[in-house]
Nanobody, 115 residues
């Protein structure tokens, strides 16, 4: 069973930055997709950003220019650098790996943007 663990959430003031990390315990060969989602209270989970094993990235419009997704294949880790944070970015952030038609989710990490 592949384990996925996020870290790096916390409380930050509007305009601040946070870096989320996500590590997995699996060994992936070939094509796979890594992604960050978020879910705010009372709302559906939504895609924030994704990156393929080949390095192609995709961002939701509401984070373009502010968030950056990256990966370190040697350490089985991906990151989400979040800058210029807004109160509406407050949510539980989840990472997910999609490999051979299976999804592996982390447990989520809380990000709160408030003064």
């Amino acid at each position: 069973q592949v384990q996925v663990v996020e870290s790096g959430g916390g409380l930050v003031q509007p305009g601040g930055s946070l870096r989320l990390s996500c590590a997995h315990s699996g060994t992936f060969f070939g094509f796979y997709i890594m992604a960050w989602y978020r879910q705010a209270p009372g709302k559906q989970r939504e895609l924030v950003a994704a990156v393929t094993s080949g390095g192609i990235t995709n961002y939701a419009d509401f984070v373009k220019g502010r968030f950056t997704i990256s990966r370190d294949n040697t350490e089985n880790t991906m990151y989400l650098q979040m800058n210029s944070l807004k109160p509406e970015d407050t949510a539980v952030y989840y990472c997910k790996y999609n490999y051979r038609a299976l999804d592996y989710w982390g447990q989520g990490t809380q990000v709160t943007v408030s003064s």
